[in-house]
Nanobody, 126 residues
Framework: QVQLVESGGGLVQPGGSLRLSCAAS????????IGWFRQAPGKEREGVSC????????YYADSVKGRFTISINNAKNTLYLQMNSLKPEDTAVYYCAVRVETKRLCPIDLMEYDYWGQGTQVTVSS
């Protein structure tokens, strides 16, 4: 059974950094698209970043471009999101999600992902 477990969230001051992890099990990280989404209170869930196995290309939302970096450790089946220069508007629950058996390139619509983690809270506040 596919399982995604996020970790690494917490409380950080503006300008600080966090590194989120998503431990994946139940599938091999091959022919997939995997990424991060976030949802703030009262707002819709939005795509943050995504990486495609087809060509290794990445996608970043304009709001995080230049501050966040997505990466994968295939040996550990773990997805990461390095978040730097955090802003209060980055406050949200962050989710990882995977679309398996696909060679599609990112970005991929939220509704097309197969499996989701339960999220980790990131709070950016002074």
């Amino acid at each position: 059974q596919v399982q995604l477990v996020e970790s690494g969230g917490g409380l950080v001051q503006p300008g600080g950094s966090l590194r989120l992890s998503c431990a994946a099990s139940g599938f091999t990280l091959d022919y997939y698209a995997i990424g991060w989404f976030r949802q703030a209170p009262g707002k819709e869930r939005e795509g943050v970043s995504c990486i495609s196995s087809s060509d290794g290309s990445t996608y970043y939302a304009d709001s995080v471009k230049g501050r966040f970096t997505i990466s994968i450790n295939n040996a550990k089946n773990t997805l990461y999101l390095q978040m730097n220069s955090l802003k209060p508007e980055d406050t949200a629950v962050y989710y990882c999600a995977v679309r398996v058996e696909t060679k599609r390139l990112c970005p991929i619509d939220l509704m097309e992902y197969d499996y989701w983690g339960q999220g980790t809270q990131v709070t950016v506040s002074s």
